[in-house]
Structure formats: structure tokens, C-alpha cells
């Protein structure tokens, strides 16, 4: 079962990034990591005390909430504006979470994620390189954290905040950069920055071990020689 975002166009990508961010909350709940409120049976707690609030605030206060310790994934992106949902649309999500595969295998969670979000998964991650602890890794725009992902949860010794930077082209793959984070347990700041360009990148001073991304083929912004030229120290792997 998936949460469906049948809305008119002008609310698309407040309704995808409610979605997602519900779903993520949802699977925390579930995992025993966060209070158990979007799952309360019939959210007995909220209807007790909510006055005349609608399911909307009960969205905006969960997300207040998650954004304490994961802002990159529950603050709401620059630019959404959540007040267009209605409270009977976002009702019909609450009712829904419970019945979500919220127990799914985290690549299977993180693919769903990806597609809702409209970040590619065409990723070849069998092509990448065995890492080390003390590599320094850049993700290309482009995958939204998805090679950081398969990375970490493949090598014992490897963590998200010490290793990776996720550079994102937009506020669809910073969330799901951010939903990455949260998926590993990360507190506070992600690693995730919006570089589309990779200027911040280029001008940080930081060393690069190695450049993973998307492969021009498959949709990726970034054509290995150029990448070569601009980290001539990194190994650039385009999958």
C-alpha cells in the first residue's frame, strides 16, 4: 500500500513531501524510536486535546517535532507551503500510515522513498568501491543519498557523518538525502548540502577520496572528465 498523492497540480509537492516525511515518521514509530503518535490507535491522544485544530496540525506538529534532532528531513523544504493540503486530505493520509510497510527492508524503504520522490534509482551500487573509515566521499547531485546509503549499510565500519557529503540538486533529493539520514539513525545535522552546481564543492578546500554519482547514461549531470578536472585527487565512480 502506498499513500496516494491525487491532488491538483499546484499541490503536488507539498502533498509528495507530506507523504514522504509521514511515512518516514510512521516507520520511526514503528521501529520504537520516536513516541508512538501518528500509530496511537485512533490517534486517541490528539483528539482529546486537539480543540478545534484539524489533521493538517497534527502534520505541522509531528514535523515540528522530527525537526528537532532531523531537520534535514522534517523541516519543510524552502518554498512548500503545507497549508494548501486540507485537513480531510491529510486525515485520509494518518488513517493510512498504520497500514504502510513500515517494517520493509531499508533499501526496499529507501527505492519507495526515491520513486515518490521522483529521484532516479538506476543505480549500479555493485560497481562502487570498497571504503575505509577514514575516506572522504562526495555523492553527486543526482541520487539523493541513495550510494551513501547502500555504502553505509554494506560496510561494518563506515558512518554517514564521518564519510559522506551529499550534494543535492533540488529539495527533492535533499529530502530524501535527509530521509537517508534519519533511516541510519542520524541526529542532528545531515551531511547534505544544495549544490547543484557543485560550487560549494569546488570551493570547499576539503580533499575528496572518492566522487560517486549517477552515470550521464543514466541521467547523471556530470561527465567524468569534467569531474577529474575539478577533484583531480578523487577516484570519480559514475554508476
Request: net charge negative; charged share 25%; hydrophobic share 45%.
Amino acid at each position: 500500500m502506498a499513500l496516494g498523492i491525487d491532488v491538483p497540480e499546484e499541490q503536488r509537492d507539498a502533498a509528495t513531501y507530506a507523504v514522504a516525511a509521514l511515512h518516514a515518521l510512521g516507520r520511526e514509530e514503528r521501529r520504537g524510536r520516536r513516541p508512538v503518535r501518528l500509530l496511537e490507535a485512533g490517534h486517541a491522544t490528539w483528539n482529546q486535546f486537539r480543540g478545534r485544530l484539524g489533521a493538517r496540525h497534527l502534520l505541522e506538529l509531528l514535523l515540528e517535532d522530527g525537526a528537532v534532532t532531523q531537520p534535514r528531513a522534517f523541516t519543510v523544504p524552502e518554498g512548500l507551503d503545507l497549508s494548501v493540503l486540507s485537513h480531510g486530505l491529510v486525515a485520509g493520509w494518518l488513517s493510512e500510515v498504520p497500514s504502510l510497510a513500515l517494517e520493509a527492508p531499508g533499501e526496499d524503504y529507501i527505492g519507495e522513498q526515491a520513486a515518490r520522490l521522483g529521484v532516479s534509482t538506476r543505480l549500479a551500487k555493485s560497481s562502487l568501491h570498497r571504503l575505509k573509515p577514514h575516506h572522504r566521499v562526495l555523492e553527486l547531485p543526482g541520487s539523493g543519498g541513495q550510494l551513501a546509503y547502500h555504502l553505509v549499510t554494506t560496510h561494518d565500519d563506515v558512518y554517514l557523518q564521518d564519510v559522506f557529503t551529499i550534494a543535492c540538486g533540488d529539495w527533492r533529493e535533499a529530502t530524501l538525502a535527509g530521509l537517508v539520514a534519519v533511516e541510519v539513525g542520524l541526529s542532528g545535522d545531515a551531511p547534505v548540502w544544495l549544490d547543484p552546481e557543485l560550487r560549494r564543492a569546488r570551493k570547499d578546500g576539503r580533499v575528496w577520496d572518492y566522487v560517486v554519482g549517477l552515470d550521464p547514461a543514466k541521467g547523471g549531470r556530470f561527465e567524468s572528465l569534467l569531474l577529474q578536472q575539478w577533484f583531480p585527487k578523487a577516484t570519480v565512480l559514475l554508476v
